[in-house]
């Protein structure tokens, strides 16, 4: 099998996608995943790092907000089983569909903008490892997923949603210094669309209330435990420190999810030259080197 791009003609069996769910792995049924205990024991650290390889996409020509294959590897690997199924309801550049390709998980990848469904094939089209899943990409509305899959089928959710309309506004690079500060990115605006349907065009109380109806119809998805992880940092907006962190735990909460973890996604080993951006009057630059990555699972 392999990677397939998918509009509305798509490819179903009944009215559902056609994909796999259920392990492939010889693990004994009482482990919750494939994981030896030198790896399980890692993975207890709160605090995370990762690289970027040759295959990630640092272009943010390309797309304006992306994680490491490593980082989405490591949560697929923590949270499912080898054949499991993964959803990735904003699935931009496709990296999570990349690391369920490398790692052996069926995945289905949702996004509204073309561009970055056509990124997302292409990345899979230059992995030609044989493999026994599917690694699906769509492009849809995350409001209109539960057309596409089967109630109680899925392990993970993992994505790193729309910021609100953070993003839509023009980049200063206050943080960058000297020369840097006026690189390819300043006074640009680096919001993914400008789609009304794209969650990074509303307000942040617009788009609380938006995650939890739409995170409400991926519960039942969820097969139970399942496990659901959103990668979100928090930003600065004129001065003001806008916690996402809390109103994505909030909204999740409100609509059924149970918090299980934060986990701190340390990012000091990857920024490029950290400036001294409120120096010597504002802490401003405090928070701004980490993410989170939120873990929720589905109660029995």
């Known amino acids: 099998m392999g990677e397939k791009a998918i509009e509305n003609d798509i490819e179903c069996s009944d009215k559902f996608l056609n994909i796999g769910y259920e392990r492939i792995c010889q693990c004994p049924p009482k ?52 054949g499991e199924l993964v959803l990735d309801p904003f699935v931009g550049s496709g990296t999570t569909l990349v690391a369920a390709r490398d790692i052996n998980r069926n995945a289905v990848g949702f996004d509204l903008n073309k561009e970055y469904i056509n990124l997302s094939e292409d990345r899979l089209s230059g992995q030609t490892q044989f493999t026994d899943t599917q690694q ?31 993003l839509n ?16 990115q300043y006074n640009k605006i680096e919001q993914y669309s400008q ?17 939890g109806e739409i995170y409400r119809d991926f519960l039942p998805l969820l097969k139970p435990k399942g ?12 001065n003001e ?17 149970e918090l299980r973890n934060t986990i701190i996604w340390d990012r000091t080993n990857i920024v490029n030259r950290v400036g001294i951006f409120g120096w010597p009057s504002n802490y401003i630059t405090m928070g701004v080197t980490f993410e989170y990555l939120l873990h929720f699972w589905k109660p029995e």
Request: charged content about 30%; hydrophobic content about 35%.
């Open 227 to 238: 496990h659901c992880v959103i990668n979100i940092p928090d930003m600065w907006w004129e």
């Open 241 to 257: 420190r806008i916690t996402l962190h809390i109103s994505i735990v909030e909204a999740l909460r409100n609509v059924g999810y």
């Open 169 to 184: 506004r023009k980049r200063k690079n206050k943080s960058r210094r000297g020369k840097e500060r006026k690189n390819d």
């Open 31 to 82: 482990h919750i995943n494939c994981m030896t205990a030198k790896e399980w024991l890692k993975a207890q650290i709160g605090v995370w790092q990762f690289f970027y390889e040759g295959r990630d996409i640092r272009d943010k020509k390309l797309h304006p907000a992306t994680y490491p294959i490593s980082l989405a590897k490591k949560c697929i690997e923590l949270f499912t089983h080898k």
């Open 195 to 211: 789609d009304s349907r794209d969650l990074g065009t509303l307000t942040l109380d617009e788009y609380s209330r938006e995650m």
């Open 136 to 166: 699906l990409s769509i492009c849809d509305d995350a409001r209109n997923i539960k057309e596409y899959i089967r109630p109680g089928t899925v392990s993970l959710i993992l994505t790193s949603p729309p910021y609100a309309n953070l």
